[in-house]
């Protein structure tokens, strides 16, 4: 298990150290035997209706089909993070929309730790925290890992954070954008989510298409508290608080179907952060041909979500400038 901790900055910010303008560059690509996507400026996998969004070749020989098992496109693609506090609203950023999150830096770091690495660093328009993103997977990886840093700019309060996703691996001319979607991992469908290679509802959520039975989930073993949620409120929400009430949600407009073209989403309690602290997030999105196949990271141990060497060296680095650490609770 991951031991998250908060780490004081001593009134350092990430703005300050990284520099204050945002800059902008091209998209970086990642692609393995597995999966192929791009981090776009936003700090988001897939860039717009740009090839790829997000695609998965269950055989595993690299051969990647854009017509057809793009889990982002075509149609209206969403994948995207929020943050929320006491302080402010709901802000974040989708791949499909303007952003309230502008980008400090973007960096690709593959061949390093890992095969694929994309160190994605921004900082709130609203002034309250800089957010840095790392996404990682290793050519023979059937997931994406993620680790998301977020740092207070000042005194934040029951601070939040969330991911979310639209998938729709099935969504091809023909084809249909509904998916099959449930929380938890039940793989004798007893209802308890306690047996060998099963996982709680609130760690694990999962899409799968009607058609292909091509899944993809999203799963954390982070000790911060953490739920899932599935929605079907036109597939673009990023407010945490939605994915940490659990189940299934939507306006009374939309109904609910478990079997429709819905988002599912992780949503994350960090609780209160001093000016300067930091505190890390660490969740994967996970693949397979079936529900049942779905590459949990560490599957011999399912709560080992990696950690990329380049994050414990950026804390080593910062601890050179008179930090000071302290364990969460």
């Known amino acids: 298990m991951i031991k998250v901790k908060k780490i004081a900055l001593a009134g ?7 520099g204050a303008s945002a800059a902008t560059a091209a998209p970086i690509f990642m692609q393995g035997n597995f999966l192929w996507t791009q981090v776009s400026d936003d700090g988001t996998l897939g860039n717009g209706n740009a090839i790829p969004g997000l695609i998965h070749d269950p055989t595993g020989t690299g051969t990647f089909d854009t017509a057809r098992g793009d889990y982002l496109r075509p149609g209206t693609p969403f994948e995207g993070f929020g943050v929320s506090a006491d302080q402010f609203s709901t802000v974040g950023n ?4 303007s952003d309230s999150v502008s980008q400090v ?3 690709d770091l593959s061949g390093g730790a ?9 900082s709130a328009n609203n002034g309250f925290f800089d957010i840095v993103h790392n996404f990682f997977f290793d050519d ?3 997931n994406v890992n993620m680790t998301t840093t977020i740092t207070a700019n000042s005194d ?10 639209d998938p729709d691996p099935d969504n091809y001319a023909g084809g249909s954008a509904a998916t099959n979607n449930e929380r938890g991992l039940d793989l004798n469908n007893d209802g308890d989510y306690d047996d060998a290679g099963e996982l709680a509802q609130t760690d694990f959520v999962s899409a799968s298409g009607v058609i292909s039975g091509l899944t993809m989930g999203m799963f954390t073993d982070s000790d911060y508290e953490h739920n899932t949620g599935i929605e079907s409120a036109c597939c673009t929400q990023i407010n945490p608080a939605d994915y940490l009430i659990g189940g299934d949600f939507a306006p009374v407009a939309f109904g609910f179907d478990s079997s429709n073209d819905n988002g599912i989403g992780l949503g994350f309690m960090i609780g209160d952060l001093n000016e300067g602290e930091s505190a890390t997030l660490n969740y994967s999105y996970v693949f397979g041909d079936t529900v049942g196949t779905v590459d949990i990271p560490g599957d011999d141990d399912p709560t080992a979500v990696p950690v990329p060497a380049t994050i414990l060296l950026f804390g080593i680095g ?3 400038i008179n930090l000071r650490r302290r364990n969460v609770k």
């Open 12 to 18: 350092i910010t990430l703005t300050a150290m990284l």
């Open 94 to 97: 989708r791949n499909s929309s």
């Open 105 to 107: 830096s973007i960096e």
């Open 114 to 122: 890992f095969d694929n690495h994309v160190r994605w660093t921004g």
């Open 140 to 142: 023979d990886d059937e």
């Open 156 to 165: 934040l309060t029951n601070l939040a954070f969330s991911r979310a996703i």
């Open 318 to 320: 910062l601890m050179g």
